[in-house]
């Protein structure tokens, strides 16, 4: 607690100020978004361990599986996101160049582009290798999955096989793009069947 505490008093001007006026998390019906006040900021940030994979920083908000950060070292600077279950690896996107900027929208998030394939969707793993073990590892920790790894080499030899049930297809293209030994094998279900997750870019050799 006293380290978050730290953190906020290092956090930029305005981002102290909002913090020190609100009593209740604001929340956006229409995004899920909650921006913390200060009891759920200490909350939150203790769960989630913020400070062993972003250290120097601070979640001060969170949509689903996306949190918020903002970055304490006495400057302004930008408000960004990353992937709650890969915190530490994941790319930050930047939601807006300064907390200020980010209050004046509402708290605004960037639009998704318009995908080509369904929201949601049904995704399934087929054509790995039966002795792919390996492979299929990379897709579970892609996935986020919770395949038992006693049960991977049945799963490769019953391919097609359903990977993850209800998933975003869209968002699993985005992490395809630093996993592209397992672009040829994510597929979503669709009305004709299956039907590729990624498609190819130029200057793809998968």
Same mark, same amino acid.
């Given at each position: ?10 956090? &930029? ?10 009593? &209740? ?7 899920? #978004? @909650?921006?913390?006040?200060? !009891? ?26 996306? *949190? ?8 302004? *600077? ?6 709650? *279950? ?13 907390? !200020? ?7 605004? #998030? +960037? @639009?998704?582009?318009? +995908?080509?394939? +369904?929201?949601?969707?049904?995704v399934y793993i087929d054509k790995m290798p039966v002795d792919g073990v390996a492979l299929l590892m990379r897709a579970r920790k892609l ?25 975003r297809p869209w968002r699993v293209r985005g992490e395809l793009r ?12 669709? &009305?004709?069947?299956? !039907? ?11």
């Amino acid at each position: 607690m006293e380290m978050i505490e730290q953190l906020v008093s290092r956090a &930029d001007a305005a981002y102290q100020r909002w913090l020190a006026e609100v009593t &209740d998390d604001f929340a956006a019906d229409a995004t899920g #978004l @909650s921006v913390f006040c200060r !009891e759920s900021l200490l909350e939150r940030n203790t769960t989630y361990e913020v400070g062993e994979w972003l250290a120097g920083c601070l979640m001060i908000g969170q949509e689903g599986d996306r *949190g918020y950060f903002l970055r304490c070292d006495g400057d302004v *600077g930008p408000v960004f996101s990353a992937d709650l *279950g890969a915190l530490g690896s994941a790319d930050l996107d930047v939601v807006a160049p300064a907390f !200020e900027v980010w209050l004046r929208s509402g708290f605004a #998030l +960037p @639009s998704e582009p318009e +995908p080509d394939m +369904p929201l949601i969707a049904d995704v399934y793993i087929d054509k790995m290798p039966v002795d792919g073990v390996a492979l299929l590892m990379r897709a579970r920790k892609l996935l986020d999955a919770d395949w038992r790894v006693a049960d991977l080499r049945n799963m490769l030899a019953a391919q097609p096989f359903l990977a993850a049930r209800s998933a975003r297809p869209w968002r699993v293209r985005g992490e395809l793009r630093s996993a592209p030994e397992l672009r040829q094998h994510l597929f979503y279900a669709a &009305d004709d069947g299956l !039907e590729a997750v990624w498609v190819a870019e130029p200057g793809d050799t998968i």
